[in-house]
């Protein structure tokens, strides 16, 4: 077994450059999430093709529940990895490990009481988060199969962060590949040679899902930072407490997600109703783009989940500077990728919408809006969801948790609800530019605070390489 100093010594994330790490990490973990993104854009593509727009807002109308999954994922997952990366940068080999086991074990657990909690709320849940009379039988068929997944959807996020932060990014996104790829040739066979609609559609998801997880768990036998021992998988507390503050903004995020979906898809449809478009077509156009959108945040994230390891592993070896310069690449790069996507978003809306399915004028009309309006700011994203995993990676959840709540419960929700009364359907979509801005604002306040606060902790350690 290597000695734990020797190991220090070879890590390149203490050495290599941070333009070079930054590609190395950041470039596979943006495929990877693109990738877990494509799981539900997939589905909403075959069954917008095969079913109608009916099928795509009963997607809409189940996401709120895999994003519940998925914040139980990123929670153990994304704290796991920030603890792992520091306990790296501090040598403690044993305790790295204790965590990883520790974060798998909690996620197995979660996602098994989120097949009994759903089950026994699925219908209930289905009405909350807007399902009208229309949608409600194909949100349920979708839902039923979805909620028998939710211990893969607990692990793959989860896990996929741990991967990168043991130095395989490229593990990680072979492992959503294989699932995603498995996903599409079942959701072909499944929509359309067997014609089982919805329920075809989400039984592909989760054999992709199995698919990607046996991968995953196939990595324990191959960490290369940690052996792991029994004792790496005896529950403790104190590990777990440290694990669930680093990753609780990560939580934070996903179920704020959760609300305003639900809020957002009940102002859709009752404003909605008073207007031209009804009560099904903005609930379904504003669910594709969400998936859309959701494109753009997982290159972001992935982009910020590749930063880190790398900023968690120098805060943890007392090297500001490298914290500094990978926070600010990781922050441009972002930047870029949202400047990128806003061109085609405003130029093209109605060709993006088109892969969704053809469906009538006023729908067209509606989903363009939602590209155009709610998607316009969205090149300030990268700042915003970056800067929150460098509050996690440098062991600040509770200014991440802050700033990911403010934005989302803070901003989002009032400013859909005041613009839905002031104009409309259509103000419900201006609540993302009104949102974008302010946590911009908000997080370029506090991302100056927290390198005033690790100079002092530190003594300015940027000096010291």
């Known amino acids: 077994m290597e000695n734990s100093t020797e190991m220090q010594t070879a890590n390149p994330l203490g050495t290599e450059p941070i333009r070079k790490l930054l590609c190395q990490f950041a470039i596979p973990s943006c495929v990877s999430l693109v990738v877990n993104a494509l799981y539900n854009i997939v589905d909403q593509v075959f069954i917008g093709n095969g079913v109608g727009y ?3 807002a009963a997607t809409t109308v189940i996401m709120p529940i895999m994003m519940i999954g998925l914040g139980v994922s990123r929670l153990f997952g994304d704290g796991c990895a920030a603890y792992y990366s520091q306990e790296l940068g501090r040598k403690n080999k044993e305790n790295a490990a ?32 807007g399902a009208t009379d229309a949608i409600y039988p194909y949100a349920m ?9 939710m211990p893969m959807m ?12 043991d130095g395989s990014p490229t593990y990680s996104m072979v492992g959503l590949l294989a699932g995603c790829v498995t996903n599409i040739v079942l959701d072909y066979i499944m929509v359309f040679p067997l014609q089982m609609g919805v329920r075809g559609a989400a039984i592909a998801t989760v054999i992709g899902q199995l698919v990607n997880t046996v991968l995953y768990v196939i990595y324990f036998f191959r960490f290369k930072q940690i052996r792991f021992t029994k004792h790496s998988f005896r529950l403790n507390g104190k590990i777990m ?18 609300v305003i979906q639900i809020v957002n898809n009940r102002l859709l ?3 909605g109703a008073l207007s031209k478009y009804g009560s099904d077509i903005p609930i379904a156009a504003f669910g594709v783009t969400m998936k859309v959108y959701n494109i753009l945040i997982s290159i972001m994230n992935g982009i910020a989940a590749g930063a880190l390891p790398i900023m968690g592993f120098n805060y943890g070896a007392g090297n500001l500077e490298r914290v500094r310069k990978t926070t600010r690449g990781a922050v441009m790069a972002a930047m870029i990728s949202g400047v990128i996507c806003t061109f085609f978003f405003q130029l093209i809306p109605a060709q993006i919408l088109s892969i969704f399915g053809t469906e009538t004028a006023t729908y067209t009309e509606f989903g363009v809006l939602c590209l155009r309006i709610f998607l316009m700011l969205c090149i300030l994203d990268g700042m915003n969801n970056v ?16 700033a990911s709540s403010m934005r989302l419960m803070v901003f989002t929700i009032p400013a859909g609800i005041i613009m839905a009364f002031l104009i409309g359907v259509v103000g419900v979509l201006w609540e993302g530019p009104i949102a974008a801005a302010a946590a911009f604002i908000l997080n ?8 005033r606060d690790l100079r002092r902790e530190l003594g300015d350690a940027s000096n010291t390489t």
């Open 98 to 129: 204790q965590a990883v086991g520790n974060a798998t074990l909690w996620m197995i657990f979660a996602g098994v009481a989120l097949i009994v909690v759903f089950n026994l709320i699925l219908g209930p849940f289905c009405r909350l988060a």
């Open 154 to 165: 607990a692990l793959l996020a989860g896990l996929s962060s741990i991967i990168r932060a």
């Open 241 to 258: 407490g440290r694990i669930c503050q680093l990753g609780v903004s990560s939580l934070i995020i996903q179920m704020s997600i959760v």
């Open 269 to 271: 449809g009752y404003f």
């Open 141 to 149: 068929e979708y839902g039923r199969v979805i909620v028998m997944g």
């Open 54 to 56: 009916l099928g795509n």
């Open 444 to 451: 370029i306040f506090l991302l100056r605070k927290i390198f």
């Open 387 to 402: 800067v929150p995993i460098c509050y996690q990676a440098v062991g600040r959840p509770g200014i991440a948790a802050m």
